[in-house]
Each structure stands twice: as structure tokens, then as C-alpha cells.
């Protein structure tokens, strides 16, 4: 029986690393980084408010392959493997019949080269637990299924694009699921650096610049040009990939998902580049495209990465399994008026045990001090750390924690925040208000705090 026969679609996640939300057109970028990724959102279904629940390599990949929280996987910090009983989509969909493949950045096993056992269930694979040291922008080196390193040619988005073509190629006639995993556009640990291909970093470098970047520098103006130059060439390789699917009679029958595991703040809100609870580091473009999602559609609800994997499983006719934290996005696209909660919430570690939860206005944060960000997964004490109004405020520039005038707003999100702490398996908290500051005239109505 003939792949167009079983009726089951493909399956693609494209997705690349450190990438925010504003290289997109779609998203006010006035540099034409992303065609072809604003062509695939307008096509398909756009995620207009998209976020990361764990702003580290590691963390996000655990929870975007289990479709759980990086607290439940325990891979709550780098360097913490996926437990080789935990089971990610690559079972899932290697259970439904699926050929399943890896390419690129795996970041959950803390062994190079990566063992089977290690590879979360993915029968083909061409990948390095941490690319950005087996690689660099122009020497590419993965690793196959017998653990032998292999090269590839030309800049390493190309590279990886041209082998995910290939494996689209021999694999047309069954269904299968795809995960190319991008470096780009993070940066170079050995150079602290944004390596773009030759000449791209010099076409970017002294235009647009986000208005949190302009207003609280960091390394923008130096590493922002090469940043933006990735980022196109990464829209080229997904140009690519769409031209295959297209010529290989694939693209009516192919679901592909773009999307990234979190920000960059270019060094502004703390000593590095994300691992902090601004959009800047939580906020990412996603967009998904094919059967189930074609027709042009802005979805406008706050989505979480938790919430892609039982949305794939779901499109493609799995059973989503109970295990799963997130929420399918497909009764919303089906036109269920059951209730979405329009919040997202966030996990923080390495650089502080933090917890957040974001609304369409509100974004509120707390800390836990005392506690290791690289060896305590949480905590049973907060204290309030941050809170913007995300309506006036939308590059959170004006930290509102304290104010008194806002003292309702912080309120009801501190108890948002505890409910999505408890359902996402922790212990409900203490969390101690930050001390009061008097606002003057300024005032939150009711109203407005419940936003």
C-alpha cells in the first residue's frame, strides 16, 4: 500500500536555534529575512503569539520531543540526558507506521558521538548531541547511524538542508517523520560569535534594530548583522525544503512545522544571550503548514511549545497521549468553542530558579533566591521579581513589580502562576510580594488586572 493510500501525511520539524519572534516580516521586520517562512505562515496557520516554556537548548528540545515540562523529564539545566525510558515522537510516530529520521542538533544525550540508546527512538541519524562543538559555519561534521563522523559540504545550514532533501527523496514512498534540528542563528561558542555566510553579515549589519536591542545595547551592534544574515540563509534552506516537498508531488501531503526553542536578547537582560523571562529570550516565530493547516489562518491564541507535540500526533491522526502537558491546536482549527487559557508559562534556570506566566497584557516573574540555577530544578519560595504591561509596554523596558498601583494586576497573576506551577507537576509555592512602592496617580483598574 502506497504512502497517498494509508492516508497518513509527513511530517517535518524545521527548527533552528536561538531565533526570536521579530525576524519575521509578519512580525514587523522590515528587512525581508523570512519570505519564505511569511509565504508558508500565510498559506498555512500562523502562530502569531508563539513561546518557548524553557528558555535553554536542552530544556526546550526535552519538552518538545516528550510533549512534557523540562521538570517532568528531569533535563531541567544542560547536560542532563533524556532518560532512555522517556518516550518522545519519534516512538510515537515510529509506533503509527512512520519512517522516522534526525538531523542536526540533538543536545539530550551529554555523549559525542551519541549512542543508540541515546537517540530518543529516531531510526535514521545524522546528527551531534552538541553541534555548535562538532561544527563550525564552515565545516560541518555529524554523525551516522554507526556512529562514524561524517562531512558535509558547504555553509552548515546548507549542509543540513541538502541532506534533509535527500532523505525526503529515498523516503517519498512511505510516511515519515523528519526533525531537522539548526544551530543557526545561535551563536559560535568558540568565537562568541554569529557566523553568517561570506558576505551576508556585511548586507545586515547598521539596519533595523528591535526597539529593546536599541534601547539597552548589549552585543546588538556587533553580533546583529551576522545574527540577521544566519536567519536568511535559514529561510533560504526552508525555501528549499518546500521546493522538494513541491517537486517530489509531496507538498499537499507534507505537514511542516517552523519553529524555534527560544530567543535571543543579545545580552541585555543578563551575562548571556537568553535564559531570562523577556519575550526577547521566550517569544519565537512558529508557523505550520499543510493537510489540517492550510487556508491562510492567523491563530491568535498564546501557544506554547509544550503544546506542538500533541498538536503533530493530533493532525496526524495519533492518539495524543495522557502523559502530555500541552494542548492540541487542533480543535481551535477545527472550530471548537471549548475554553483555551490565554496564558503561557515559562521555567527558568541556569541563570536564576525562575517561574513566569505571560497573558495578552501581562507578563509576571518571580525568583527563588538561595537557590543554584544549575542544580536546583525549583523551589518551594519565590519572591516577585518582575511585572509589565505588555499593552504599553511591549519590549518590557518598565519593570512595574511593586508598584502600588498594579498591586491587583500582580495579584491575580501570582495566582495564575501557581496553578500553572501545579499543573505542570510542581509543588504549589510561597511566593513573597515585592515591597511596595507608591505610584502616585497611576492606577490598574479591576478590569484591566484581569486581562
Known sequence: ?????????????????????????????????????????????????????????????????????????GCFVNGIPLPDSAKTMAHYFRE?????????????AHEEPVSEPKRGGYEEWLAADVLEFSSDAYNTVLYDNDNRPVKLPGYRVDAMADAAI???????????????????????????????????????TGRWMPPDLAALGGTAHQHLGGYYGMVKRLDEALGRILDALKSLQLDRNTIVLFTSDHGCHFK????????????????????????????????????????????????????????????????????????????????????????????????????????DPEKDSGSDRYVETYLYDLQCDPYELTNLIGLESHREAADRMMARLQRRMQEAGEAVPRIERAPAIPAGQRRVSAAEAGA
Request: with cysteine; aromatic share 10%; charged share 20%.
Open 1 to 73: 500500500m502506497s504512502q497517498r493510500e494509508k492516508n497518513q501525511p509527513n511530517v517535518i520539524v524545521f527548527f533552528t536555534d536561538q531565533q526570536r519572534w521579530d525576524t519575521s516580516g509578519l512580525h514587523g521586520n522590515p528587512l525581508g529575512l523570512m519570505p519564505n517562512f511569511d509565504r508558508m505562515a500565510l498559506q498555512g496557520t500562523h502562530l502569531t503569539h508563539s513561546f518557548t516554556c524553557q528558555p535553554v537548548c536542552g530544556p526546550a528540545r526535552s519538552c518538545l520531543q516528550t510533549g512534557m515540562y523540562a521538570t517532568k523529564t
Open 96 to 108: 503509527a507506521g512512520y519512517r522516522t529520521g534526525y538531523i542536526g542538533k540533538w543536545h539530550l
Open 166 to 204: 535527500r532523505y525526503i527523496d529515498r523516503s517519498q514512498n512511505d510516511p515519515f517523520y523528519l526533525f531537522l534540528s539548526f544551530l543557526e542563528p545561535h551563536h559560535q561558542n568558540h568565537l562568541d560569535d554569529y557566523p553568517a555566510p561570506d558576505g551576508y553579515r556585511e548586507a545586515y
Open 268 to 371: 541585555t537582560r543578563n551575562g548571556e544571550y537568553k535564559r531570562s523571562l523577556h519575550d526577547a529570550s521566550i517569544r519565537v516565530p512558529s508557523a505550520i503548514w499543510g493537510p489540517g493547516f492550510f487556508g491562510g489562518r492567523q491563530l491568535p491564541q498564546l501557544v506554547s511549545l509544550i503544546d506542538l507535540p500533541p498538536t503533530l500526533l493530533d493532525a496526524a491522526g495519533i492518539d495524543v497521549p495522557e502523559q502530555m502537558q500541552g494542548r492540541s491546536l487542533m480543535p481551535l482549527l477545527r472550530g471548537s468553542s471549548d475554553a483555551w487559557q490565554e496564558e503561557v508559562f515559562v521555567q527558568i534556570s541556569e541563570t536564576e530558579v525562575g517561574r513566569a506566566v505571560r497573558t495578552k497584557r501581562w507578563k509576571y516573574g518571580v525568583t527563588a533566591p538561595g537557590k
